[in-house]
């Protein structure tokens, strides 16, 4: 029998942890300009259980490679609106400076989710060991993530527009030092195919600096 309180909390916590931190965006001067561009196979090995491998390349603003990686995960369903999952990345991250960097990083997932006629909340709290997703200063610090995620499912249509807000807490610090906003859509090709295109804008709260990323995924599932 599906719970009927813990999923409308997960819709009302969200909204009160996105109001609370809203007031922590600043006014940024300096912008830079990002492409980052992905293909995502993703299998149901098991009851409940699901696997996925994502390649992923991500360019500068003068289209050169930055950085790209390899990761592979692990998603399993704890009930029908709640999952857990790992993942694994294999990331070689482009220096124009020094050396190219080669790094091994892991991520640990819970994510929640509330469907509300045709809108669906999703809350996901994820754990790192690294400045996720992106390396822009040496900083191995880890992170606990909070990204409140909201699909509308539009009627008659293929299309499933997208916003999303998520903030990075920084455990040594204890402090938010970075927010990223997300707006998109994702168009369902057919049964095993859709492709994704989103932008988005992270604020580095302490660095008055922005990035703005054009993300472009490709998804596969069996």
């Known amino acids: ?8 909390a997960i ?11 809203l007031p922590l965006q600043g006014n940024c001067q300096e912008n830079e300009w990002n492409t980052w561009t992905s293909i995502e196979v993703s299998k149901q090995i098991a009851k409940k259980l699901d696997f996925s491998l994502s390649p ?3 360019f500068t603003d003068q289209f ?7 990761e592979a995960g692990l998603e399993y369903r ?7 999952g790992g993942k694994y990345r294999y990331l070689v991250n482009e220096r124009e400076t020094k050396s190219t960097e080669y790094f091994n990083r892991v991520a640990f997932d819970l994510k929640g989710n509330y469907e509300i006629k045709r809108f669906d909340f999703q809350l996901r709290t994820r754990y790192t060991n690294y400045n996720e997703l992106d390396t822009d200063n040496d900083s191995k610090d880890n992170y606990l993530r909070y990204r409140l995620k909201l699909d ?16 990075f807490h920084q455990l040594k610090d204890q402090e938010i030092d970075k927010v990223r906003y997300t707006i998109g859509a994702e168009y369902k090709i057919n ?6 295109l989103d932008y988005l804008v992270q604020d580095y709260l302490k660095d008055d600096y922005r990035k703005n990323i054009i993300a472009l995924e490709y998804k596969i599932s069996f």
């Open 191 to 196: 049964k095993h195919h859709k492709v994704g």
């Open 11 to 21: 819709v009302g916590i969200t909204i009160l942890i996105m109001l609370a931190l």
């Open 64 to 70: 050169e490679v930055d950085e790209y990686f390899i």
């Open 152 to 167: 509308y499912d539009l009627p008659k249509s293929k299309i499933t527009p997208n916003v999303g807000i998520e903030f």
């Open 56 to 58: 992923e390349i991500r």
């Open 78 to 84: 704890l009930f029908d609106f709640l999952k857990v």
């Open 1 to 8: 029998m599906k719970h009927k309180y813990f999923p409308k």
